[in-house]
C-alpha cells in the first residue's frame, strides 16, 4: 500500500511538467534543400538635427561660500542666456556642482595648504536647432560661461532612417543569397529565419570653426555632417 500511494504522488508531481512539454512543442524546420546562413548590412545616412552640450562655471574665492555665490551669480546670467535663447526647461538639467579646496604646497612640496576653494557647475543643454549653436555658445561665454563641452550631434528621432537600413540590410542578404544560388546551380527557396543584430549609430566628425561675420569679431559656427545608422541582420534562406 505504501508503494502504491508513493507511486500516485510521483506521478501526479509529473503531471504539471508533462503539460507544460505539451503546451511548448519544439519546432522543426523541415528542408528540402541547402541551407544558408547570411549575414548582411543596412546602411543609411541623416544630417543631425540634435545637438548636445554641457555648459558650466568655475570660480574661485578665497572661502567656500564666496566661490559658491559667485558660482551661482554667474549660472544664473547662463541660464538667463540659454532662455533668452529660446531653449526649453526640459531641454535643460543640472549635471554637476562640485566645491572643493585649492592647496599650494612650498618649495620643496610640502606642507600643502589651503589657499582658496573652487566652484563648478554645469548644465547639459539640447539644441533643436544646430544652425543656432554657436550663436548660442558665444551669448554663454559672454554672459559668464568658462566650461564648454561638445557638442554632441545626433537623429533626434532615428526610427524612419532605421526602418530605410532594415529594408535594404534584407535586400542586400537577398542578394548575397542569389549570387551564392547561382554559383551552386540552386535557386533561393523560402526564408527560414530572420533575427535583428541590433542597430549601430557612426557618430559624424564633430567640428567647431570660428568663422567671419561681416567685418566684426569672429563667431562660432558648428558643422552637422552625416550621421550613418546601420542594422545588421543575420537571415537563413534555403537553396533548392
Request: charged letters at 20%; zero cysteines.
Amino acid at each position: 500500500m505504501r508503494n502504491l500511494i508513493l507511486g500516485a504522488i510521483l506521478a501526479l508531481g509529473a503531471l504539471p511538467f508533462a503539460q507544460a512539454a505539451a503546451q511548448s512543442p519544439v519546432t522543426t524546420i523541415l528542408l528540402d534543400g541547402t541551407r544558408l546562413d547570411i549575414v548582411a548590412t543596412g546602411e543609411v545616412s541623416r544630417v543631425p538635427d540634435i545637438a548636445r552640450i554641457t555648459a558650466g562655471v568655475v570660480t574661485v574665492a578665497p572661502t567656500a561660500t564666496a566661490a559658491l555665490a559667485q558660482n551661482a551669480t554667474q549660472m544664473t546670467s547662463v541660464r538667463a542666456a540659454l532662455k533668452r535663447a529660446g531653449i526649453a526647461d526640459r531641454d535643460i538639467q543640472t549635471s554637476s556642482i562640485n566645491l572643493y579646496p585649492d592647496y599650494r604646497q612650498d618649495s620643496q612640496g610640502n606642507n600643502p595648504q589651503i589657499v582658496g576653494y573652487r566652484a563648478s557647475n554645469e548644465v547639459s543643454v539640447k539644441f533643436r536647432d544646430i544652425a543656432a549653436t554657436g550663436k548660442i555658445l558665444d551669448a554663454l561665454v559672454a554672459q559668464g560661461a568658462n566650461q564648454i563641452n561638445g557638442p554632441m550631434l545626433s537623429i533626434d528621432k532615428p526610427e524612419a532612417a532605421l526602418d530605410e537600413a532594415r529594408t535594404q540590410a534584407l535586400a542586400n542578404a537577398r542578394a548575397r543569397a542569389d549570387l551564392y544560388a547561382r554559383a551552386l546551380g540552386k535557386r533561393v527557396g523560402r526564408i527560414l529565419s530572420i533575427s535583428e543584430a541590433g542597430a549601430v549609430n557612426a557618430l559624424p566628425m564633430i567640428m567647431m570653426r570660428q568663422s567671419a561675420v561681416g567685418k566684426s569679431a569672429d563667431s562660432t559656427s558648428v558643422d552637422p555632417g552625416e550621421q550613418s545608422v546601420s542594422i545588421s541582420l543575420s537571415v537563413s534562406f534555403e537553396l533548392q
